[in-house]
């Protein structure tokens, strides 16, 4: 299998970031998590592109280089709103502290952070759905001391994610898995990993993500486990586009 993206990808690269630095000019820049809150401006519903500090592009062009792309409210009925994921990626405006189970995104982050010996590693960091049930498997006393014990990695967390820039695209449809946004996220998850077959652009070497337990993770150079070695569809990009034709004009 060859190592080198071939032509057609690297141009549907190339032009998914075109699209993402109109979608710049039309939001009139990326934001910060640490900076937002749930009185701005927000779409009820929307897909989401995250970049990195220190993460560029390069054969698709000059430019920081898209690390997670997510979505929500992809099961029917489910009123998750854009500001709701966004700020369980977020976490706690007031406390700086989060809940990892309640974010994939903060989970794997938190699993990097301390495999790279930024902190201890939790015993409880990622078991079970709620700390009271992660405390009895373990034996740890109650949610409370599991709460305890999570909270530095939880605050380094929120810190990391919090600087990272984002964008994000409103796409007013329904909720189910097979909206517009369900498409726009595994399509550009597939076209941006270059887990099979290699994308156009690499993580650096300092990459965060590197240090992940997930081997998708590892090899995908994204924060996404899902759609990494999937085929994408670049009739995605045309969809994109019509909507930022919609919504940023």
């Not at 698709?60 to 029917?76: E, F, I, M, W």
């Amino acid at each position: 299998m060859s190592t080198e993206p071939s032509s057609d990808r690297i141009a549907d690269t190339v032009r998914f970031y075109q699209l993402l630095q109109r979608l710049d000019a039309g939001l009139s820049g990326s934001r910060r998590l640490a900076d937002c809150d749930g009185r701005m401006d927000w779409p009820q519903r929307g897909v989401y592109f995250f970049f990195e500090p220190g993460e560029s592009r390069s054969l698709s062009g000059v430019g920081d280089r898209v690390v997670r792309v997510g979505t929500h409210a992809l099961k029917a009925g489910s009123g998750t709103t854009l500001w709701n994921r966004l700020s369980q990626h977020r976490g706690s405006a007031s406390s700086g502290g989060g809940n990892h189970r309640g974010s994939i995104f903060r989970l794997l982050v938190g699993i990097a952070l301390a495999r790279r010996g930024d902190c201890p590693l939790p015993r409880s960091w990622g078991v079970c759905g709620d700390p009271g049930k992660a405390a009895r498997r373990l034996g740890l006393g109650s949610s409370t001391a599991v709460k305890a014990a999570e909270a530095d990695l939880e605050r380094r967390v929120s810190a990391y994610i919090g600087q990272m820039p984002f964008l994000w695209l409103k796409v007013p449809d329904a909720a189910n898995a097979e909206s517009a946004r369900g498409r726009i996220e595994r399509n550009a998850i597939a076209l941006l990993s270059h887990a099979v077959p290699p994308a156009a652009d690499h993580p650096s070497a300092n990459w965060l993500g590197a240090h992940s337990d997930r081997a998708r993770v590892r090899a995908s150079g994204l924060w996404n486990n899902n759609h990494v070695d999937e085929d994408y569809d670049p009739a995605f990009l045309s969809e994109m586009a019509a909507l930022m034709d919609a919504c940023c004009r």
